[in-house]
């Protein structure tokens, strides 16, 4: 199974900083990575599909970047809706495995 | 409106079985592959199982291999999952998602809420 190993584990960060959370994969993935969001309570969202495509409806403060193995999210201007855990997923080959999670506090 | 609902979660003891559905609408749900995924407390997302259409083409994280079995009825858009041998580490949120298939992989785009499974004496 391919390993995804997300960095940091949790982030604190002020409204207004750009913030990037990385997400390595144990082998090469191409750009078959996705980004999701959740919030305490509530199901997994869809943010970035394809390493780097924006999923509808999502604000454009998020972008994703990379391929093959090491992978980055971020968030240019923080907003206090952004406080929420976010999980990388790999979907290049069975099983889909997530990272652990980065948990982003708002200071 | 794209939506999954699911049900069945409830608090059984370790040994027992329980049954999930997730109820789909606002999509061909034939079009569509389905996937569980579950969260145990406090924890991080853990792919459980996938089945690709009514065929049969079915996987299994190796930790429910043998113990549970999903299956699908197209004509009333549900997906389910048969739970047998519960353990306490099956203990989680059980969410049901959808995803696209075609020649290239596509990510898991709408999620259900999730239904509770508690496995304790």
């Known amino acids: 199974d391919i390993q995804m190993t997300q960095s940091p584990s949790t982030l604190s960060a002020s409204v207004g900083d750009r913030v990037s959370i990385t997400c390595r994969a144990s082998?090469?993935?191409?750009?078959?990575l996705a980004w999701y969001q959740q919030k305490p309570g509530k199901a997994p969202k869809l943010l970035i599909y394809?390493?780097?495509s924006l999923e509808s409806g999502v604000p454009l403060r998020f972008s994703g970047s990379g391929s093959g193995t090491e992978f980055t999210l971020t968030i240019s201007s923080l907003q206090p809706d952004d406080s929420a855990t976010y999980y990388c997923?790999?979907?290049?080959?069975?099983?889909?495995?997530f990272g652990q999670g980065t948990k982003l506090e708002i200071k | 409106e794209v939506q999954l609902l699911e049900s069945g979660g409830d608090l059984v003891q370790p040994g027992g079985s329980l049954s999930l559905s997730c109820a789909a609408s606002?999509?061909?749900?034939?079009?569509?592959?389905m996937t569980w995924v579950r969260q145990a407390p406090g924890k991080g997302l853990e792919w459980v199982s996938d089945?690709?259409?009514?065929?049969?083409?079915?996987l299994y994280a190796d930790s429910v291999k043998g113990r549970f079995t999903i299956s699908r009825d197209d004509f009333k858009s549900t997906l389910y999952l048969q739970m047998n041998s519960l353990r306490a580490e099956d203990t989680a949120i059980y969410y049901c998602?959808?995803?696209?298939?075609?020649?290239?992989?596509?990510?898991?785009?709408?999620w259900g809420q999730g239904t509770l499974v508690i496995v304790s004496s």
């Open positions: 998602a959808r995803y696209y298939y075609d020649s290239s992989p596509y990510p898991f785009d709408y």
């Open positions: 606002g999509f061909t749900f034939s079009n569509y592959a």
């Open positions: 089945i690709r259409d009514s065929s049969g083409s079915t």
């Open positions: 082998q090469s993935i191409s750009s078959w």
């Open positions: 394809k390493a780097s």
């Open positions: 997923q790999q979907y290049n080959s069975n099983p889909y495995t």
